[in-house]
């Protein structure tokens, strides 16, 4: 069996459309097609629903599925293997990362080309579960996530930093109460990340222990999209301290400390626990284990 049949198939199943998952493996579309009715007379079973186009996987293809991704990862990782066996590390690094770690994702890529300068790096912004999932099917060689609410399952870790939170807001904005405490938090005007990211359900789960609870006038999925919102001052927000040196020359930003708490979350990298591992996953975790990142991380 040709793994290039195999990728097809995961293409396909991946882009959901013959056209897209044909221009995905560089192939035209009857090639693809055909290699996937090839896959199907060499196991003899029909894999792909389809009438004038994709219909999704039989039974047949879902069973499958898991085992395809498997054998093209180990495929990919024994190229790596015997390639590095004499010689430098190479091809694409896949990293995923939560947005609150998107600061660090800098000196950890500079930490791996430095390291291994032949690597190409790909990075995916993406929620602490997806990348979980990414990682158990072979969609990406490491991530960068939190490490102890809803600790990743069946991974491997490395703890890079410690993550504790800032409020801000515009300097002409909202009257942000100085101190602040968790009740007067739990009354302003704010902007959040949506519940599908682990920032806010540790935030969320702070703030229920002492019986409050969030209710932001706006959410979204970065950042980025944050900040803007807060720059029109009707707003402010709540977001990793590793966020702080993006803020330095801002004159419309203000930072403000969040309510006293000696609690904090570990963010760190995790690569899937499968054995053997492939080179590029060993790679992350050697690296990441002698990591020094600069002063805006709080390393306990």
């Avoid at 890529?109 to 929620?127: E, Y």
């Avoid at 158990?136 to 399952?153: K, M, N, R, S, V």
């Amino acid at each position: 069996m040709q793994t290039r049949l195999v990728e097809y198939f995961l293409a396909l199943e991946r882009e959901g459309h013959f056209a897209r998952a044909a221009a995905r493996c560089n192939v035209s579309q009857p090639t693809l097609s055909a290699g996937i009715v090839t896959l199907e007379t060499q196991l003899g079973k029909r894999l792909i629903r389809r009438d004038r186009k994709y219909g999704g996987l039989t039974a047949e293809g879902e069973a499958i599925l898991p085992w395809a991704r498997q054998l093209v990862a180990a495929a990919e990782a024994l190229g790596q293997a015997a390639e590095t066996a004499r010689g430098p590390l190479r091809g694409e690094l896949r990293l995923g990362a939560i947005p609150a770690a998107m600061p660090a994702i800098g000196c950890l890529v500079a930490a791996m080309q430095a390291r291994h300068p032949g690597l190409n790096v790909s990075i995916r912004a993406s929620t602490s579960r997806q990348i979980e999932r990414d990682l158990a099917a072979f969609e990406l060689d490491a991530g960068l996530t939190y490490l102890d609410f809803e600790p990743p399952a069946h991974a491997l870790s490395v703890p890079l930093y410690v993550e504790r939170t800032m409020l801000v807001s515009a300097v002409d904005g909202v009257v942000v109460p100085d101190p602040l405490d968790w009740a007067g938090l739990a009354i302003l005007p704010l902007c959040l990340l949506h519940q599908g990211m682990q920032n806010r359900r540790i935030l969320d789960a702070r703030l229920a222990e002492r019986g409050l609870a969030l209710r932001p006038l706006a959410t979204a999925d970065s950042y980025v999209a944050l900040l803007g919102l807060v720059q029109q001052g009707r707003l402010c927000s709540i977001i990793p301290d590793s966020h702080a040196t993006l803020l330095d020359g801002l004159s419309w930003a203000r930072t403000h400390a969040m309510p006293q708490t000696d609690e904090g979350s570990r963010v760190g990298v995790i690569v899937s626990d499968s054995a053997p591992m492939g080179p590029l996953a060993q790679a992350v975790l050697g690296v990441a284990r002698e990591m020094r990142l600069p002063p805006g991380f709080r390393i306990s």
